[in-house]
């Protein structure tokens, strides 16, 4: 029987459509149709100036919009050679950071969403409407920031921003033992997650899979950490793997616990962070004109989803002439019909969920 | 105050025993009727609030008196039940029509028949049947048939998945719940509802009530068993599968809106009530006060065998909000490999035990 989920369903996470052969509740082939949330990004990039493409990031990882953001301006700064001074650097960490948890809070109550479990979804939010709320303090948008600029960003922290962040740090990292012990340890979602859609080390390198999908197979590849971009190399932390606590290596409960302990580890890096973050103008470096040279540069940023990379390519004029962005989600998706068939209906979902994806990101 | 005495009074006047007995079901049927609204409205509310406190919301607002302009929002339910009274009831043009229709209402006599039986009071009880445990889990099987017509009848394919989860699970649920009410029967040899509450009179060991659930170890571990199968029965999470809002949309009652939608909603809950009224009567004493010897009059009855029934539901509550889904074959797994065997040991732990200690 050919089962459509979506476009129009509870957990397909936004406007994508599978279409699942199955026999009885055994899923044997699953074919995912995209296309559904497809604006035409690239395209509209080449038509804009540099600094207009910036709010387009936003709108395609609308969950992560500081670190779509991020990813855009490190490439463009290294087009033009731009040296940002160090508040900027810093801000822009503590606001990656901060989205990387936020966006993780979602991943994670959607999650348990997925599963069945209401109430943790609502902790999480609620606690990320604090982080939003933070957001809202210092650049006036909840979802779509439009903060980081090229050589700068948009507005300067509030006065008392680390005095809220560190209130809000205190109050959050004793939350995520509330998460666990409501939905981690719970033994239904053990059984639920454990063992279910395994992605062996080897067939997540060949499909592309990066992030903590990646590192939920037990591969320790982290950009932060490997081909550190903006300031990440002056930070301590430690990048979480699978171990296969409850179940094989690469299982859907491994993806989930990596999410879970990236939180802290995110959390240890804004302490960090606050704590050396420098005085200074962020605007001094912000380029007056952007015209970068002929060239081209590809970058990749480690966003929550994964290895966000964009190749930027600059004919000297004020747009660029074509913007590509590789969306770890995509590539996410692309390895669920290999890991789901075989399980039932409900695992599909499971699966999908696991895998964290966007579909603001995928279709662009 | 059964249904019997209103045919004895009726009959007094009225020669035509037809017409009295008719006239007697109807007058006993209203209450009954009555009180599976009333259940289902007040559940909806307390539901939707118990849940806002869990998840840390404030819960439906606005609606009826408060504190302050509606504060606790207690006409919400009304407000929805009006809201899906005067909703377009849409039927889809390939569904099977007749069945898609008559679907509602077999589920809604198999929550309706079960209420009939429940002892609420030594005095108030509409039926007092000599099989009474036995008539409330048959009728309470009816709603399957209902389940899988509505599933069938809808032409789709969320709602075929649905119904037949929901039929494989009841009809799995419904063996470990009947093995498991053995014990009490075997206990208090007999399956009327008033003579299994009688016998739970009096006290053990001086402080406990002298229920069924405290009398054994196997007993104790029946009721469990008994409750959870009841959960699973109702297709309440973490049993609720067949509805599974992430997986199959809305499970066997996608394509349905309206006030057929509002009859399934109703069903539920009444059969809630059923089956938390059948675990009271069971294994918590029924109409029997918690404090032996206190509080037994039949009134002091009636409100500690709802106390019973609404704690009992609130449980579920509790349940539903904290829980994950579980999957379909471990939903089989947990019926078929641990709670049947266990059930089986149990039977025969208390027919031991009955042996040797009395």
Same mark, same amino acid.
């Given at each position: ?10 957990? !397909?996470?936004?406007? *994508?459509? %599978?279409?699942?052969? !199955?026999?009885? +509740? ?10 559904? *949330? ?15 493409? $910036? ?73 990320? +409407? ?26 300067? %922290? ?10 809000? *740090? ?11 012990? %409501? ?61 296969? /606590? ?37 605007? /001094? ?6 015209? &970068? &040279? ?56 499971? $699966? ?8 603001? /990101?995928?279709?662009? | ?314 449980? @579920? ?26 059930? @089986? ?14």
């Amino acid at each position: 029987m050919v089962l459509n989920i979506g476009p129009q369903h509870p957990s !397909t996470h936004g406007v *994508l459509r %599978l279409e699942v052969m !199955t026999d009885g +509740e055994i899923v044997s082939k699953i074919t995912p149709h995209l296309g559904y *949330l497809h604006r035409c990004f690239e395209k509209h990039a080449e038509n804009v100036t540099y600094e207009q493409v $910036i709010p387009f990031t936003d709108r395609c990882d609308y969950l992560a919009s500081m670190n779509s953001n991020f990813g855009y301006v490190v490439a463009m700064e290294d087009l033009m050679e731009i040296e940002v001074s160090e508040r900027v650097q810093y801000i822009r960490v503590i606001m990656a950071e901060l989205n990387r948890i936020a966006s993780h809070l979602l991943a994670l109550g959607v999650y348990g969403l997925d599963i069945g479990a209401f109430t943790p979804f609502l902790y999480m939010l609620r606690d990320r +409407e604090r982080i939003l709320d933070m957001f809202e303090y210092t650049c006036g948008a909840r979802l779509l920031y439009n903060y980081m600029w090229i050589g700068g960003v948009s507005h300067d %922290l509030p006065k008392d921003f680390e005095k809220i962040c560190f209130e809000f *740090l205190d109050y959050f990292e004793p939350q995520i033992e509330e998460y666990n012990n %409501l939905l981690t340890y719970n033994k239904i979602f053990i059984e639920r997650t454990a063992d279910v859609g395994v992605i062996p080390a080897d067939i997540a390198i060949s499909y592309g899979v990066s992030g903590p999908n990646l590192r939920g197979s037990g591969v320790n590849w982290d950009v932060r950490k490997d081909e550190p971009y903006s300031i990440y190399d002056r930070f301590e932390f430690d990048i979480p793997t699978g171990t296969g /606590e409850f179940g094989t290596l690469g299982d859907c409960f491994d993806r989930y616990w990596v999410r879970m302990l990236e939180i802290s580890q995110s959390a240890k890096i804004i302490r960090q962070a606050l704590k050396d973050l420098p005085g200074g103008d962020v605007f /001094e470096t912000m380029p007056k004109k952007i015209r &970068p &040279p002929k060239g081209s540069i590809y970058r990749r940023t480690e966003s929550p989803r994964g290895d966000l990379g964009y190749y930027i390519m600059s004919d000297g004029t004020p747009s660029p002439s074509r913007v590509k962005m590789r969306s770890p989600a995509f590539t996410a998706l692309s390895c669920l019909d290999e890991v789901s068939s075989g399980w039932m209906i409900s695992d599909v979902l499971a $699966i999908l969920g696991s895998l964290d994806i966007v579909l603001g /990101e995928i279709d662009r | 105050m059964t249904v019997d005495f209103l045919i004895d009074l009726f009959s007094k006047f009225i020669d035509v025993p037809v017409v009295a007995f008719l006239l007697a079901v109807t007058i006993a049927g209203i209450p009954l009727f009555v009180l599976m609204a009333l259940n289902a409205t007040v559940a909806v509310y307390v539901e939707r609030k118990v849940s806002a406190f869990m998840m840390d919301r404030i819960g439906p607002m606005g609606q009826g008196p408060g504190l302050h302009a509606g504060k606790w929002g207690v006409l919400q339910t009304i407000a929805d039940a009006l809201k899906l009274l005067i909703k377009e009831d849409t039927v889809p043009a390939s569904a099977d029509k007749l069945l898609f229709k008559m679907a509602p209402f077999i589920i809604f006599i198999g929550a309706f028949l079960g209420i009939a039986a429940l002892p609420f009071s030594s005095v108030i009880q509409v039926v007092d049947f000599n099989v009474g445990v036995f008539y409330i889990i048959a009728v309470a099987s009816v709603g399957v048939i209902g389940i899988v017509m509505a599933g069938w009848a809808s032409n789709n394919k969320w709602s075929l998945y649905g119904a037949m989860r929901s039929a494989a699970q009841i009809i799995s649920y419904e063996i470990p719940a009947g093995l498991s009410i053995i014990v009490p029967i075997m206990m208090a040899g007999t399956m009327n509802l008033q003579s299994l509450i009688e016998f739970q009179t009096g006290s053990v060991w001086g402080i406990l009530p002298n229920w069924i659930i405290f009398n054994n170890p196997f007993s104790f571990l029946a009721f469990f068993i008994f409750f959870i199968s009841a959960v699973a029965e109702t297709n309440r999470t973490p049993f609720d599968i067949p509805e599974a809002e992430s997986e199959l949309v809305a499970g066997w009652m996608t394509e349905y809106s309206g006030f057929r939608w509002a009859v399934f909603f109703l069903s539920e809950y009444a059969n809630m009530f059923v089956v938390s009224g059948l675990a009271a009567t069971a294994f918590l004493g029924g109409w029997q006060s918690p404090i032996p010897g206190l509080f037994n009059s039949p009134l002091w009855g009636l409100f500690w065998f709802l106390g019973k029934i609404i704690f009992l539901i609130f449980v @579920m509550m509790w349940f539903r909000w904290t829980f994950p889904r579980l999957r379909v074959d471990q939903l089989m797994h947990v019926c078929w490999k641990v709670f049947i065997p266990i059930a @089986m040991l149990n039977i025969f732990g208390v027919g031991i035990w009955k042996l040797i200690i009395g």
